[in-house]
């Protein structure tokens, strides 16, 4: 069984961490900001008066996703690639940031979508058949992970773009969380997994 390395344990912990510092912190320093409706691109967008404190945890969202995906070896390589692609589509959306709290930006977007999109398939992409890995990366697993988490993303998305939607902020939020803390655990479960295999006495 390939390793998951410490960085990757690391990052994997940080994730959640930030995730919900980021907006929570950032939200607190705006008055008048409404968390169940607004998302959490508008933190960053170019009218807000926290968008540095955004942009920064954006960037960090996006390094540990890429940290994640490069020591993570126990996940198949697929899910490693959709990891790393998001974190890099982090950038994307943080760079090509919304211009107002009343526009849009596309680019932000397109980036904002393939992300959700990917850190929904990166279970089923990450999965392995040997038995010898841990069972989280096994196909039931990646297969009920990435259905939830794209059942979640449709609804999120439905909200997202209906002007008349009252809880878009709340969903993906609830999306955000999530993800990130899913593949906290499973980094975490398959790093002591793999790090028992490797002390474990060899038979001579």
């Known amino acids: 069984m390939k390793k998951v390395y410490l960085p990757a344990a690391i990052a994997a912990i940080i994730g ?12 607190s320093l705006w008055a008048g900001y409404d968390p169940m409706v607004k998302t959490i691109s508008d933190l960053a967008a170019n009218d807000s008066p926290v968008k540095w404190i955004m942009d920064s945890f ?3 969202g996006g390094t540990l996703l890429l940290i994640t995906a490069w020591y993570a070896k126990t996940l198949g390589l ?4 959709a990891i790393f692609v998001s974190g890099i ?7 090509f940031a919304t211009p107002s709290q009343t526009g849009f930006s596309t680019p932000h977007r397109i980036f904002a979508i393939v992300s959700f999109i990917l850190m929904s398939a990166w279970p089923l992409l990450s999965i392995r058949r040997d038995k010898s890995y841990p069972l989280v990366l096994r196909p039931i697993s990646g297969i ?7 059942v979640i993303s449709l609804w999120f998305l439905s909200t997202w773009t209906d002007p008349s939607a009252t809880t878009t902020g709340l969903w993906e939020r609830v999306l955000a969380v999530l993800q990130v803390a899913y593949l906290c655990v499973v980094v975490l479960i398959c790093y002591r997994a ?11």
Not at 144 to 150: K, Q, Y
Not at 194 to 204: G, T
């Open 58 to 60: 954006f960037t960090l």
């Open 194 to 204: 793999s790090n028992r295999e490797s002390i474990s006495p060899q038979p001579e």
């Open 16 to 27: 959640p961490i930030q995730s919900i510092s980021g907006w929570a912190i950032a939200g």
């Open 78 to 81: 697929p899910g490693r690639v």
């Open 144 to 150: 009920l992970a990435s259905a939830f988490f794209t």
């Open 89 to 95: 589509c982090t950038y994307g959306l943080t760079y």
